[in-house]
Structures are given as structure tokens and as C-alpha cells.
């Protein structure tokens, strides 16, 4: 989330060390088979089962659809790892394994599995557990009543994932990936709700296009500019709301740190003993509610973005789990590793990636494309992200000019926080 969010993070955004390594000991040493195995082997699991699902359920054509999806959730939440590994520092042991067990638990089945459905249901006009029993027992009828309901999840998935790209390219950051347009974007961004202005206009021009000529289930098409226009407007306050609840948890997580620091500065200078336990606890409390709702605004655009992909929930459901998980293995990385920005443009690939799904999804009202074609955009611009990354690795005197400009006056190397 940016508008809607950012500046309730801009303030508090995580910040990591960088991983220190003895001179005589080898990253590669800290990196071993029996440690990488340990950290991913659940994600390689259900890696590994969801695949052979998808080939049972759906045969290649749904093995590849996964695929996609696993690539697309586990890029654009590749930050949401950051976010929760800086986060998830602060806390005790308890509460981090409370995060990484009840809490993935949450974003897996609730986000991911439920979410979809949910979407569905409400689009479709029918109750979730016949969306569910349609899309396992009636294909066909599944399909007929998604299509039908696909301008609807097209506009709000469509206008949800426009105004967080927007809110990406408007912002003026530290390293930049596509220089020459993103530097005069940055300055354009400077006026105030211009990515909600913009996506209000996208929305109209959709409306009084796409939308009246509508495709529905048959081949037939159908006028649908007044649910497109209704639909688009709930996923911009959706976007909204979203970045409200992350701010709301943060103002209420730096109180609780504040009281704490007030509390043991007080009791320092009267030669009292401070109960850190209950203060401990209360502050983690904030901090894992802080971080579930995170976790759902870094969701959205992962779950919202696979409807560019399949109308399946069951394929929709095998991807995104698997990508949940490799979200799970990332922050546990991060937070024994203390690094993982080694791929600075990997956020910019997630972002341009959203930015085409949402492009996509409002085409798909009135078009059809096929989700080959809509999953390649998006592995595309990963890659390309990722081997540009590569290629500035390799620039010893442009990497030591960049950290000099993203190292705050602590000497911490700042990762954006990105939602």
C-alpha cells in the first residue's frame, strides 16, 4: 500500500544491519544444505504436494497455472518478508513462534484460501460453501457464474493493485530501477492523492468502455458500466481502509514501545524494578496484530492479482498456499540471516508486475486473454528485475555508492517497507 498506508510506515520502517561474516568465514559456509533445508524444507513440501495436486485437479494446463501463481504471490510478498522479519526482531521467543505458527496459519487459510472464495461468493450472489461445492462438482456452472461476475471482481481487483503500482512509481526513493522514468514520476508525485486521481480516471474511462461491452458467459456481451463503476470504487476504499488499519496498529504499537521506554527510564532513575514481562507482552500483542494486518494488505495484491490468472479457487488456492509458505521461510531467514536486500530491484519487478495485472484485469472485461499470456508478463518483469539486480551486484563501485546513499547516519541500511 502507498497513499493509503506509506506515510503511516515511512516513519517506522524496519531497518537491518547488514549480515557480518568473519574474514575467514564464507557466506557460503553460513549457507549450507542442512541450514537451507531446515529454513525452506516446508516450503519445498508443499511445493512439491501443491504441484502434484495441481497436475491431479487440473492436469499440465493447472500445473502451470500454480506455477505462475506461486511466482507471482512469492514476488510481490517478497518485501512482505522484510516487513515482518524487522518487525518480528523485537519481539521475545514466544511471540515469534506464535507469528510463525497461529500467525502463518492465519494469512495461509484466511487470506489465501478463504479470501478468494469469499470474492466469489459476493460477486457471484451465491453463499460460499456452494462456491465451493460449484467449483469441485459444477464446473460448469462455477464457470458461467464467474464469467458473468467477472466485471465486478475485474474492476475492484483492477483499481486495488492500479493504486498501489501507482503509489510505487509516484514516490521518490532512494534507488531507483528504471531511472529515466521513474525520476520525473517521483516528481510528479509530489502533488497530493494523485495515484487515487488517477485510478478515479482509469475507473471512468473503463467504465465508459470496457464496461459496455461486458463479456459474459456465451459469448455474449452485456452493458455493465454502473457495477464496473460500483465495484471499482470498492476496491479503492478497500485499499484505503486497509492502509487505515495499518496505520491505526503502528500508532498504537509506538505508544505501547513509548510507555515501555518512559517505564524503564523512570524506574532506572528511582532504582525500581521494571516488570518487563507484562510490558514485553502487551507491546508484542500490538506488535502481532500490527503485523496480521500487514500481512492482509501485502495479501491483497496476491490474491487479487491471481483472479488475472484463473477464476479457479481450488488452482488459486494450491498457488497462493505455496507462495504463502515461501513468505513464512523468508522472514525466518531474515530474521537469523538479517539480510535478504542483495536483489534491490526485485520490489520494482513486484510492483511493475502489479501494474500490468491491473491493466490486464480491466482489459479482461471486455476481452478475453489467456492466462499463459498474463502469467508470463509477470514472470517477465520479475526476471528482469532479478538478473538487473544480478548485473548491479557485480558493480562493486556502483554498490558501495548505492549503500552510501540507502545507510542511515547509524550506519543501518534501510529497506522501504513497500506494501
Not at 470474492?119 to 461445492?133: F, K, L, Y
Request: aromatic share 10%.
Amino acid at each position: 500500500m502507498r497513499q493509503g498506508c506509506e506515510a503511516s510506515l515511512q516513519a517506522s520502517r524496519p531497518v537491518f544491519r547488514k549480515a557480518k561474516y568473519g574474514a575467514g568465514e564464507p557466506r557460503k559456509k553460513r549457507l549450507g544444505g542442512q541450514w537451507l533445508l531446515k529454513t525452506f524444507g516446508w516450503s519445498f513440501a508443499v511445493t512439491a504436494l501443491g504441484l502434484a495436486a495441481a497436475v491431479f485437479y487440473g492436469g499440465w494446463a493447472g500445473f502451470g497455472v500454480v506455477a505462475f501463481l506461486s511466482v507471482l504471490e512469492i514476488s510481490v510478498s517478497f518485501d512482505n518478508a522484510v516487513v515482518n522479519a524487522g518487525i518480528l526482531k523485537k519481539m521475545n521467543a514466544f511471540w515469534q513462534k506464535i507469528f510463525l505458527t497461529v500467525g502463518v496459519l492465519i494469512a495461509v487459510f484466511g487470506m489465501r484460501l478463504v479470501f478468494p472464495v469469499v470474492i466469489v461468493a459476493i460477486s457471484a450472489r451465491i453463499g460460499p460453501v456452494e462456491a465451493v461445492r460449484l467449483a469441485l462438482d459444477d464446473k460448469d456452472t462455477y464457470q458461467q457464474l464467474v464469467t458473468d461476475a467477472h466485471p465486478s471482481i475485474a474492476a475492484f481487483g483492477g483499481m486495488f493493485l492500479l493504486t498501489i503500482f501507482l503509489d510505487f512509481i509516484f514516490e521518490d526513493r532512494e534507488i531507483k530501477w528504471l531511472g529515466r522514468l521513474e525520476r520525473p514520476l517521483a516528481k510528479l508525485g509530489r502533488v497530493d492523492r494523485l495515484s487515487v486521481c488517477i485510478a478515479l480516471i482509469v475507473l471512468l474511462v473503463s467504465s465508459m468502455t470496457f464496461a459496455t461491452h461486458a463479456r459474459q458467459h456465451g459469448g455474449i456481451h452485456a452493458d455493465k458500466a454502473q457495477t464496473v463503476l460500483i465495484a471499482g470504487v470498492a476496491g479503492l476504499i478497500t485499499y484505503l481502509i486497509v492502509g487505515g488499519l495499518s496505520g491505526y496498529f503502528e500508532n498504537k504499537l509506538e505508544e505501547e514501545e513509548e510507555r515501555e521506554h518512559e517505564a524503564e527510564e523512570e524506574a532506572r532513575r528511582s532504582g525500581k524494578k521494571v516488570s518487563a514481562v507484562v510490558m514485553a507482552g502487551k507491546a508484542a500483542f500490538f506488535m502481532f496484530l500490527y503485523l496480521e494486518v500487514l500481512d492482509a494488505s501485502f495479501s491483497f495484491d496476491g490474491v487479487i492479482g491471481a483472479f488475472a490468472i484463473t477464476n479457479d479457487i481450488v488452482l488459486m488456492a494450491l498457488g497462493l498456499g505455496i507462495g504463502a509458505m515461501y513468505v513464512r521461510s523468508l522472514t525466518v531467514y531474515l530474521v537469523r540471516q538479517g539480510t535478504l536486500d542483495d536483489y534491490v530491484y526485485l520490489e520494482h519487478g513486484a510492483h511493475y508486475a502489479i501494474g500490468a495485472l491491473a491493466v490486464i484485469l480491466l482489459v479482461t472485461i471486455q476481452y478475453e486473454i489467456h492466462e499463459v499470456i498474463t502469467g508470463l508478463v509477470g514472470v517477465v518483469l520479475i526476471a528482469w528485475a532479478f538478473l538487473s539486480s544480478v548485473r548491479r551486484n557485480r558493480k562493486p563501485a556502483a554498490a558501495e555508492g548505492d549503500e552510501g546513499k540507502d545507510t542511515g547516519p547509524d550506519g543501518k541500511a534501510e529497506v522501504s517497507s513497500g506494501i
